[in-house]
């Protein structure tokens, strides 16, 4: 069964950092497109980054662009997505999405896998 794990979301204040990991069974994460969704309290979910299989390609958000960096480890099949310089406006529950049809990764939410999320709060 393929799955796709988020974790390592938390409270961080504005400023800080954090790393969500995107944990896959059932597939080989390089075979596949990763991509990283935030859906904010009342507001539609919205691409943030994603990597291409075989990562030859990756794409960000403009609001995240300079702060978040999506990375994947081949050899643990986790994918991660690094997030600095937090601002209160990246509060979010963050989503793993993976598909294996992409060539070239979307921003836009058309992946077949998805996870439950990992919450994101940034507040002081």
């Known amino acids: 069964q393929l799955q796709v794990v988020e974790s390592g979301g938390g409270l961080v204040q504005p400023g800080g950092s954090l790393r969500l990991s995107c944990a896959a069974s059932?597939?080989?994460?390089?075979?596949?497109?990763i991509g990283w969704f935030r859906q904010a309290p009342g507001k539609e979910r919205e691409g943030v980054s994603c990597i291409s299989r075989l990562g030859g390609f990756t794409n960000y958000a403009d609001s995240v662009k300079g702060r978040f960096t999506i990375s994947r480890d081949s050899a643990k099949n986790t994918a991660y997505l690094q997030m600095n310089s937090l601002k209160p406006e990246d509060t979010a529950v963050y989503y793993c999405?993976?598909?294996?049809?992409?060539?070239?990764?979307?921003?836009?939410?058309?992946?077949?896998?998805w996870g439950q999320g990992t919450r994101v709060t940034v507040s002081s």
């Open positions: 999405a993976a598909d294996s049809l992409f060539r070239i990764c979307p921003l836009r939410a058309d992946y077949n896998y």
């Open positions: 059932g597939f080989t994460m390089d075979h596949y497109s």
